[in-house]
């Protein structure tokens, strides 16, 4: 099993911005698909984006596509999500997510979850 663990959350203001990451430990994240959730306060865990096993495709929502970008680095066994021009909307508990099937939008087909990370975006 992989076990991951996010940091980088924090408060921003709108229009600026933050970068988390997810390091993985116990397995490469290479071997898995990865992707970054978020769940706002009395709403659902919804998919943010995605990256492929070895990374060569990514997947966006289309609230966040233009504005956030996932990235991986296999040196440092870490997933990264750097999210630009932030909205107040953007405000959510972020999570990564390891499964098998690239690019899925639903939280059931991943596996395993790391513990979260606060994003504040300030208006």
């Known amino acids: 099993q992989v076990q991951l663990v996010e940091s980088g959350g924090g408060l921003a203001q709108a229009g600026g911005s933050l970068r988390l990451s997810c390091a993985a430990s116990?397995?490469?994240?290479?071997?898995?698909?990865m992707g970054w959730f978020r769940q706002a306060p009395g709403k659902e865990r919804e998919f943010v984006a995605a990256?492929?096993?070895?990374?060569?495709?990514?997947y966006y929502h289309d609230s966040v596509r233009g504005r956030f970008i996932i990235s991986g680095d296999n040196v440092k066994n870490t997933v990264y999500l750097q999210m630009n021009s932030l909205k107040p909307e953007d405000t959510a508990v972020y999570y990564c997510a390891a499964g098998t099937y690239s690019g899925s939008h639903y939280a059931s087909e991943y596996d395993y979850w790391g513990q979260g990370t606060q994003v504040t975006v300030s208006s």
């Open positions: 990256i492929s096993r070895g990374g060569n495709i990514v």
């Open positions: 116990g397995r490469t994240f290479s071997e898995f698909a």
